[in-house]
């Protein structure tokens, strides 16, 4: 057999209805339809192969295999529903940021069950590799709950029945215990197993795929288990490989790609203040046995006499506690540590003793997203404890949220619950009833709870603190989420109806005293996820709170972008710029790094970013660029003293291949908190990076010539949609951008597939153009057509004609909610919101549809062009598609009753 170099070459598919594992060639995955017909008699038929390497690996793999094989309208909870665990080529390789791995299903927590799904790092990707498998496809339900054992190209299902109920940490534990102490273990706490929609697959103790939990729960998977001997081949021979990663070292900053130092060092030309290069003299890991004085940590062009060999202290360079805490954070850090083959180390491992004494393990750890759980949500983060802190409270939470498995959404159900506790609202029961005798507004909760919970949480004592829940929360006790987590996690509905521990429960649904009714605990309506909670959730039969759909379209301070998900680097992220990510990416938050880590790298806008952008997007150097316009003012990084200046088509460039960048790297699987390196530290280059690494890496790894594996695609050795053919000078990255830009078209078609099926009947006009959500119209755009300014090269919009939502994804997919705009008209030409009033966490400057700037449906239109969509409908064009060597698509889309255009 032929040497595979980068894939192993085999996919896993495990069948947990028929009680199979089978391994099949990566380079001819089967395409199997599962006959459901004889309920008895459940067949699997193949219809035909798929080289999985076009696809790359991670999500390209996840994306394909669920076009292909699940029935549209399958839900997240069903037997059709795949779950799919991907890695790819890179990963496990041992080059720099390489131990992703992409899990891809349907996604749980929005209403209409969209493909999406997470991403995890640690070490259970890389030893997936080691163990001989490129991905795991996982579909059916067991008939009781198990664990998925491989081991060096071997798999097996295992009784679960000692693990399930239990902890994330309990059931790590078992299995490695089983395996032996080199596996790794992705595993669902109480929250999947319950169903809980907010919950997550963990590995490694703190990292996370979020989202995915309970569809793990549904099926009756505890966890995956995964050992191997083996290796990941690499052409490259051994000096050419060193070279490479050395210099792809040597280019490398801190956590999010910062390149300069926070605070001005000796080696050092700018201190910009807002990187995470925080490693100096006289910053600590504090809680380390000695402490540890980080020391010099510069570039590798500066050696000092403390670092003589600054590659090596790489590592050093992101001291997060320090970042996030300040003073506390450096006390508290015992290491950063983070993943597999990763010198940027990003996870804060802490100490807070004074955790046992809630009976909370006091070494815990995590970062960034993961650090938005349960211990934000106090307001008062003193207390009555002089030991306590917003530190101690966030590690509090993190503890048992990894136990549990729950996800905190990027803190969308924190910045959800946090309006709710103090919303109040009309009463609705009659006037001058008992429950209304004076027509007073009453709190929310009180409003969609029983009587029963509402006393529970307002007055009963727990345990012996002598506080109620609420109680605790305002006083800022760590107990309150010793409450709180194991409650979301028990998700008590009316689908659950199992025993609480609390006194006069109620049985779901139950009617309250202003008769409303209650469809679970409150418990539940956090678990259903922000997005649920204020438009419904079918499972149960709960329609929404009206309230908060409102809030979230209106009000910045929730941070719901659109949709109800939560904002991620949205509009503060160089407005449009941040806009468009947030618009066309995901069907959850946005979770792009591309354009933050570019944004926050430290370098002065002047001197730097701009001319770099310039080059990077109006020198041919990717598929997607656009003409250099900063003699007439539009510069695609705003202008030389930072100001936003009009949208052009080298920012839409900019916007595209953010874009596809986060696809690439969920596909390769890189680490896209880090990468790419469009800017490095080294002043020797000017601080310009190398965005040309990925594909460098690629081709050593796996030993292919880029160009030539996708002219053998495609017919072309790239693709450029802004010019409808092959870039001049077509280069390595180029085709491989081509090839992820393939995985984020895949994607975006499935998804139009998908909201067709959901709703086929909607209609959108465009003077103004309503989405409608839970009954209440939201604006996609805010100008008629008539107001648009005038932009060269961008053709005047039309209505398509078509129903339906994916015949319509510019208005049902692509678009923000109403805080986002400085100035806002509604029906009627209300003003919703202002710039002066919205209260966004960006500067005024940041706010979409700014005059004399340009319209959000230009950025937009621009946008699509350079991704090769129609400006009408937002769909992928038949000749796009066709091009990326995705024709196939054009015939599923139209038996869904999608109109593609030409």
Known sequence: MATSYGWTGQILRVNLTLGTCKAYPTNAFPVILWDESDPMDKKEKQVGTVDM????????????????????????????????????????????????????TLHPIHTNELVDGGQMGGNWGPELK?????????????????????????????????????????????????????????????????????????????????????????????????RGTGAVNIAADKAKWKSLVNYYLGLMGCNNQGVVSKSLQPWSEHSPSNTRWTGAKGVFWGAATPIRDLGDCPDIEHPTDGAPSPINKIGLRTQKGYN????????????????????????IAADHPQLQNYNITRYNMNTCAGNLGVGTSYTNTAGNDPTSNPMMLIYAGNSLENDYGLWNDYAGWIYAFKWAYTAMVDNPAPLGSAANPSGA?????????????????????LWNSGKSPFGLLDAGDPRWIQFIIPYISKNISSVNNEPVKAPNTPVYPATNSFGVQVYGTLGYYLGIGPHRLAQGDDTTGFPGWPELLVAQQTKSALNTFKMGHTKHHGIETKGSLGAMVNMLQRNRDANNHTLQNFNTNGLPEKTFKVPIAQEL????????????????????????????????????????????????????????????????????????????????????????????FVQALIGAPAYSPIIDGVPDSPTPMMALETLALRNFT????????????????????????????????????????????????????????????????????????????????????????????????????????????GDTEVAKSMTYMQLGWDLNSGLPTQKTLNKLGLGDLIAKMTAAGITVPA
């Not at 409003?447 to 007055?459: G, M």
């Open 441 to 461: 507004k009453i709190p929310l909760f009180q409003k969609y709870l029983t009587d029963a919970e509402w006393t529970l949480l307002r007055t009963t004592a």
């Open 324 to 347: 996030d805490y300040g003073d506390e954070g450096m006390r508290r850090t015992v290491r950063m540590d983070g993943c597999h083959a990763c010198p940027i180390r990003c996870h």
């Open 746 to 853: 895949l994607q975006r078609c499935l998804t139009a597939i998908q909201m067709q099926k959901a709703n086929p009947d909607s209609v959108y006009t465009l003077q103004p153009s309503p989405y409608q959500e839970g009954g209440v119209a939201v604006y996609s755009q805010y100008n008629p057509l008539s107001t648009l300014p005038a932009n060269p090269g961008v053709p005047q919009l039309a209505p398509t004609g078509l129903k339906g939502d994916g015949n319509n994804m510019r208005w049902s997919h692509d678009y923000a909610y109403p805080w986002n705009y400085s100035t806002v008209s509604g029906a009627g030409g209300t003003v919703v919101t202002t710039s002066g009033a919205a209260g966004n966490s960006g500067s005024a400057a940041s706010y979409l549809d700014i005059p004399a700037v």
């Open 617 to 708: 997007f109006t020198k041919g150097q990717s598929i997607f660029n656009g003409p250099d316009e900063s003699a007439q003012g539009k510069y695609v990084w705003w202008d030389q003293s930072g100001t936003n200046t009009p949208f052009n088509m080298g920012r839409a460039a900019f916007a595209a291949a953010s874009l596809v960048n986060m696809e690439l790297h969920n596909a390769i699987t890189q680490c896209n908190y880090t990468l790419p390196v469009w800017a490095s530290p080294l002043a020797t280059r000017k601080y310009r990076g190398d965005p040309t690494l990925e594909a460098q890496t690629f081709e050593a790894v796996t030993g292919k010539d880029l160009k030539a």
């Open 53 to 104: 390497t076009a696809y790359l690996g991670g999500h390209g793999i996840g994306y394909r295999v669920l076009t292909d094989e699940v029935p549209v309208g399958s839900k997240s909870w069903s037997e059709q529903c795949r779950i799919i665990f991907g890695v790819g080529p890179i990963t496990g390789s041992g080059s720099p940021s390489s131990g992703r791995t992409s899990v891809t």
């Open 130 to 226: 080691y163990a001989g498998f490129d991905a795991v496809v996982i579909l059916g339900q067991s008939a009781k709950p198990v664990w998925l054992r491989i081991e060096d190209g071997k798999a097996t299902l295992e009784d679960a029945s000692m693990i399930w109920g239990s902890g994330i940490y309990f059931s790590n534990n078992y299995i490695v215990n089983e395996m032996g102490p080199e596996a790794h273990v992705a595993c669902i706490g109480q929250a999947g197993e319950n169903l809980v929609r907010l919950s997550a697959v963990y590995t490694d103790r703190s990292h996370r795929a979020g989202v995915v939990g309970s569809v793990m729960g549904w099926k009756r998977l505890k966890a995956i288990g995964v």
